[in-house]
């Protein structure tokens, strides 16, 4: 995933959460909410509940790993942050990947491919 796509600001993901509105899903949460932006902003948040910090980056990269492929089928003007539960280490990433296209089709956040 490329730098652009990152939220990379604490006051962004602050806004993200108290704007925002959530989706759940079994290995992860979604919150989004419009930004002032032409882009997508995707941010990752990972607890101490998931694991060590060995465990917890390689969730973020993960996450990063399902997302990016996506990126250009979501809604413009959109920041995005997933938050891991402790399953995500756990599960194949096919799984993963489907979850993730299933909770951005619930959000609305995927434009219609022809």
Same mark, same amino acid.
């Given at each position: 995933m490329n730098r652009s796509y990152s939220l990379k600001r604490h006051?962004?993901?602050r806004y993200t959460y108290r704007v925002g509105k959530s989706v759940g899903a079994h290995l992860f949460s979604l919150i989004w909410a419009k930004n002032r932006t032409?882009? *997508?902003k995707v941010?990752?948040?990972v607890s101490k509940k998931v694991g060590n910090s060995v465990q917890r980056n390689r969730a973020k990269r993960?996450?990063?790993a399902c997302i990016t492929p996506?990126?250009?089928s979501i809604r413009k003007g959109t920041n995005? *942050?997933?938050i891991a539960r402790r399953d995500v280490l756990d599960v194949p990433f096919a799984e993963m990947q489907r979850q993730m296209t299933d909770v951005l089709k619930r959000a609305g956040l995927l434009e219609k491919t022809a």
């Open positions: 006051k962004e993901f032409d882009s *997508v941010g990752f948040s993960r996450l990063r996506m990126l250009e995005l *942050v997933f």
